[in-house]
T-cell receptor
Framework: DGGITQSPKYLFRKEGQNVTLSCEQNLNHDAMYWYRQDPGQGLRLIYYSQIVNDFQKGDIAEGYSVSREKKESFPLTVTSAQKNPTAFYLC????????????????FGEGSWLTVV | AQKVTQAQTEISVVEKEDVTLDCVYETRDTTYYLFWYKQPPSGELVFLIRRNSFDEQNEISGRYSWNFQKSTSSFNFTITASQVVDSAVYFCALSEAGHGGSQGNLIFGKGTKLSVKP
């Protein structure tokens, strides 16, 4: 089945550790995104990538890093520089370049819960 | 500046009631897209609808309907004859075409938590 797979579902991080969240999609989408969700809040964009080996900062990129070595994969590393990393992280993907009249919807994975211990 | 406001933080209804979730947006672009997503307790965001700014036709899909009014910058979502399975957090989101064409810069509202009681 086509979709977006995030792993792990639950992750615990110790102070000062870097952790990496995996995101894989088999939808042949061009663009991939990482969002952060805090309780009672909407989603905020961390990073996005439109093509392989290229990515752009979103609204809250500080303390995070990404790579896009393959079209299907867009891992997110939460570094020790991120002072408040406890949150729900959602990966998403979409096609690009669709005409206005057609759908260019962003689809989301099931999310990963990160907790600092 | 872009902004999406969902003024209703939580709504509780009894099964079979109709319920409307409000969404008001702000944008300076003439070309933009509006979305509704459903987030059940499992966490995944489920896409419900996408609307572009040039299409003001209202849409109905089963028990769901959407009312897009540019004059009031609103994109409200109505569930008719609500069911327990409709219980979730619902997000309205805005994307402007000017953001590199990626449409990934979704600006989300804070969501409305809908509880449907049997």
């Amino acid at each position: 089945d086509g979709g977006i797979t995030q792993s792990p579902k639950y992750l615990f991080r110790k102070e000062g550790q870097n952790v990496t969240l995996s995101c894989e999609q088999n939808l042949n989408h061009d663009a991939m995104y990482w969002y952060r969700q805090d309780p009672g809040q909407g989603l905020r964009l961390i990073y996005y990538s439109q093509i392989v080996n290229d990515f752009q900062k979103g609204d809250i990129a500080e303390g995070y890093s990404v790579s896009r070595e393959k079209k299907e994969s867009f891992p997110l590393t939460v570094t020790s520089a991120q002072k408040n990393p406890t949150a729900f992280y959602l990966c998403a993907s979409s096609f690009l370049g669709q005409p206005l009249s057609s759908g260019n919807t962003i689809y989301f994975g099931e999310g990963s819960w990160l907790t600092v211990v | 500046a872009q902004k999406v406001t969902q003024a209703q933080t939580e709504i509780s209804v009894v099964e079979k009631e109709d319920v409307t979730l409000d969404c008001v947006y702000e944008t300076r672009d003439t070309t933009y897209y509006l979305f509704w997503y459903k987030q059940p307790p499992s966490g995944e965001l489920v896409f419900l609808i996408r609307r572009n700014s040039f299409d003001e036709q209202n849409e109905i899909s089963g028990r769901y309907s959407w009312n897009f009014q540019k004059s009031t910058s609103s994109f409200n979502f109505t569930i008719t004859a609500s069911q327990v399975v409709d219980s979730a957090v619902y997000f309205c989101a805005l994307s402007e075409a000017g953001h590199g064409g990626s449409q990934g810069n979704l600006i989300f509202g804070k969501g409305t938590k809908l509880s449907v009681k049997p």
